[in-house]
């Protein structure tokens, strides 16, 4: 099973980043899928969900309106459309999959997001 974050780096308040999120080893469409992060600090947070099929999603108060959830299941991969970031932003962010009814839950490494002028 693997998860790989891409997309992370450096940029400035007000701009925008895509994260994504490439999975194999695992049936990728019946896994509901989140992104998570964590600044230094302070408690890793859910910034974003989607279901299996990609018809509902959730998001933190604190992300809602800039930051965008979805998925390709043909391509096994899920994405954050992420704009007009913020410092407040600055965390490593993680692609997390779960399928509740067989209790199975896996994790990325993580991607660096720095905002700063």
């Known amino acids: 099973v693997q998860l790989v974050e891409s997309g992370g780096g450096l940029v400035q308040p007000g701009g925008s980043l895509r994260l994504s999120c490439a999975a194999s080893g695992f049936i990728f469409s019946s896994y509901d899928m989140s992104w998570y992060r964590q600044a230094p600090g302070k408690e890793r947070e859910l910034v974003a969900a989607?279901?299996?099929?990609?018809?509902?999603?959730n998001y933190a108060d604190s992300v809602k309106g800039r930051f965008t959830i979805s998925r390709d299941n043909a391509k096994n991969t899920v994405y954050l459309q992420m704009n007009s970031l913020n410092p407040e932003d600055t965390a490593l962010y993680y692609c997390?999959?779960?399928?509740?009814?067989?209790?199975?839950?896996?994790w990325g490494q993580g991607t660096q997001v720095t905002v700063s002028s």
């Open positions: 989607i279901t299996s099929a990609g018809g509902k999603t």
């Open positions: 997390n999959a779960v399928k509740l009814l067989w209790g199975n839950e896996f």
